[in-house]
């Protein structure tokens, strides 16, 4: 069946280091991608989304693009926060009958001042 | 405009009890997800309902687990006969019915998290 692979965690930078939290897919069709953060006591948000090859999703200055040929949707920041301190899970959904996602194990991120 | 709200936030119960879960949506969503973590793993879905109505239940164990989403009043989630199996994080989710079609766009409670004695 459909899958999620993240890197594992935690990864832990000081502030304004490059990010990049891998993400790998296995699925049998076109499925949408997305990166989902959790805050400390939070329920997720929807931090991007992409939904077609070459697309890249963006917000809050995190970027993803949609690689089909490497079934790949790597999250990157630039320079991250101690604000960007979270877990983050990369899901994936076919979006044919509703919105079923698929999560991946969470990578944490811990961002030191 | 409140979010979803899920309740109780911490919940232990011992061995052959019952848990219940409760989940109200945001205002204006009809649709309910229940999903589980297990500690160090991701969230696994377990049960996709609309009021009334269980669309998707593929997730859930076949045994002692079981959901609703009456018209009226919130999703419940109930497990009967807890094992200690059961502890983990249960975070329920709600979508608005769209009529451009589904989006992914989830939003989330912040989990109900039941430890088995």
């Known amino acids: 069946g459909d899958s999620v692979t993240q890197m594992e965690g935690p990864v832990t930078l000081s502030e304004e280091a490059c990010l990049t939290i891998n993400c790998t897919y296995t699925a049998t069709g076109y499925p949408s991608l997305f990166w989902y953060v959790q805050y400390p006591g939070e329920g997720l948000q929807l931090l991007l989304k992409?939904?077609?090859?070459?697309d890249k999703g963006s917000n809050k200055g995190f970027e993803a693009t949609y690689r089909k040929e490497t079934t790949s949707f790597h999250l990157e920041k630039g320079s991250v926060q101690v604000s960007d301190s979270a877990v983050y899970f990369c899901?994936?959904?076919?979006?044919?009958?509703?919105?079923?996602?698929?999560f991946g194990a969470g990578t944490r991120l811990a961002v030191h001042p | 405009n409140a979010g979803v709200m899920q309740n109780p936030r911490h919940l232990v119960r011992r061995r052959g009890q019952e848990a219940r879960l409760r989940c109200s949506p945001m205002k204006g969503h009809s649709h309910v997800y229940w999903y589980r973590q297990l500690p160090e793993e991701g969230l696994k879905f377990m049960v996709y309902?609309?009021?009334?109505?269980?669309?998707?239940e593929s997730g859930m164990p076949k045994e002692r687990f079981s959901a609703e989403f009456p018209k009226e009043g919130p999703s419940i989630l109930r497990i009967q006969q807890v094992v200690r199996g059961d502890s983990a994080a249960y975070f329920c989710a709600s979508s608005p019915t769209s009529a451009s079609g589904y989006t992914g766009e989830l939003f989330f409670g912040e989990g109900s998290r039941l430890t088995v004695l």
């Open positions: 899901a994936l959904s076919d979006l044919e009958g509703y919105n079923k996602l698929i």
């Open positions: 309902l609309q009021k009334e109505n269980i669309i998707d």
């Open positions: 992409a939904t077609k090859a070459d």
